[in-house]
């Protein structure tokens, strides 16, 4: 009996205590309306853009949270948030101060054409996390996302999932980003080496790998400087345009090594600028959507179908700009038992130019093929007087066959077709990097 009285008190006692300590936290947590108003005020200041909050209140139990439910920002195309939930370490909470232990994020959608509003007002974010650093401070320990959309200027949307651990100053220490349901697995995973502002990149796409690293420094001006190399090995290419909700061009594997370097004052502007340099080789693939044999020898009007490929190569520049992306490709070479081909394309806000020599092994060689037009209805030339001048090209110079004598012919092709029935359309592709 004397046992179950003393049970009776603790449990008492406990009761009471939780209940104080109830009181106390009710006492210290300021209202929902005056977190919501303070929350809005907060973010437009931050943003320098007009906010509007759903719903925005504190949630107790099981432990203490900050749920914002339904935020977007005033903007043609707004960023959303369905809810932002931040749990405050208990700690520094009870001395009225707000220190996040993590965020979880679930249901947004960035629209790239939106992020250009918000490069101003992250223009002081290096200095304040530089500020953070040396003070030791980690305003946030981890952030976690799920079905977060981005939407790309022309409205491709992609999902993404992931977590990042940070260390004080904002800097990742562990990054991990997938795309959910998307087989095979494709996700990057990021891994700081020690205190440096250097990391590991671990990656699958396309059922490969990719490989490599990646620095960020900060100048003395406050301009973020990235480099960095990767190494795709085993990439299947259409696998890996489909993981992105892209329509591939080619399929098959492809390897090489890529480098990459960006300059800006924010992050937002560090991804507008980035640049890669891809020097790649593929084997056995398949050029898809096109049948260069049945395009040359239609002079264009026909080039429905596939042609496989027994190898490819080239180098392949991108370019981010504020506009999109502008993809270069140069020393493109391609060879099969029935042909081969060689040039070069320029594909910027979905709009391809593109010329290639394509050589046909039964005598036809040097044959002009230039593609042009939106990407999703490209169209094949073959200018008038082609196919003459690059069998005559093959009669000048016999036995030459695929070099000297292709590259003649095509020469002689356009003599031939510089009359009034010209077609113009052949591709100039702009210096790596060059806006649309």
């Known amino acids: 009996m004397a046992r179950r009285q003393t049970w009776m008190v603790v449990a008492g006692g406990l009761v009471v205590l939780l209940g104080a300590l109830w009181l106390v936290l009710v006492w210290l947590i300021p209202s929902d309306d005056d977190l919501a108003v303070h929350a809005a005020g907060e973010l437009q200041a931050r943003l320098g853009l ?30 959303t948030v369905k809810k932002l939930t931040a749990y405050p370490e ?60 981005w939407l790309s200027r022309y409205g491709v949307a992609v999902v993404y999932d992931g977590e990042i651990d940070f260390d004080p100053g904002w800097r990742p220490r562990l990054a991990v980003l997938r795309r959910p349901g998307v087989t095979p697995a494709t996700d990057l995973s990021l891994t700081r080496q020690g205190q440096e502002d250097r990391w590991a990149i671990r990656s699958h796409v396309g059922g490969g790998t990719a490989d490599g690293e990646v620095q960020l420094q900060t100048r003395t001006d406050g301009r973020l400087v990235l480099n960095g190399q990767l190494q795709p090995r085993g990439v299947d290419v259409a696998s890996a345009a489909t993981a992105f909700n892209r329509k591939p061009v080619i399929a098959g594997k492809a390897s090489g090594n890529t480098v990459l370097s960006a300059q800006a004052e924010t992050l937002v502007g560090l991804a507008q600028s980035l640049h890669t340099k891809t020097v790649f080789t593929m084997g056995a693939s398949t050029l898809l959507r096109v049948d260069l044999d049945k395009a040359v020898r239609s002079l264009g009007k026909d080039h429905a179908g596939q042609t496989p ?113 010209h077609q113009s359309g052949t591709a100039t592709p702009a210096a790596p990097g060059a806006a649309p």
């Open 90 to 149: 208990l700690a520094a909470l009870l001395q009225r101060r707000v220190v996040l232990d993590r965020v979880e994020l679930d249901g947004a959608v960035v629209p790239q054409l939106s992020l250009r509003a918000l490069d101003g007002a992250l223009r002081g974010a290096p200095a304040e996390a530089a500020e953070a650093a040396q003070a030791g401070a980690t305003p946030l320990a981890r952030f976690e996302f799920r079905d977060l959309t």
């Open 309 to 421: 490929l027994d190898t490819v190569s080239g180098q392949l520049d991108t370019q981010n700009t504020p506009r999109g992306m502008v993809m270069q490709f140069t020393g493109i070479k391609a060879r099969s038992g029935a042909l081969s081909a060689s040039g070069q394309a320029r594909l910027a806000n979905r709009h391809i130019e593109a010329e290639f020599a394509v050589d046909l092994v039964d005598g036809i060689i040097g044959v002009p093929l230039v593609l042009s037009g939106p990407v999703d209805k490209v169209a094949v030339s073959v200018p008038r007087g082609a196919v003459a001048g690059a069998v005559l090209g093959t009669a000048v110079l016999p036995g030459i066959g695929t070099a000297i004598g292709a590259r003649l012919g095509a020469t002689l092709g356009r003599i031939f077709n510089s009359g009034p029935d």
């Open 50 to 79: 007009p906010v509007r909050l759903g719903a925005l209140h504190w949630r107790l139990l099981p432990v203490p949270a900050i749920v914002m439910e339904d935020l977007a920002t005033d903007q043609p195309q707004p960023i």
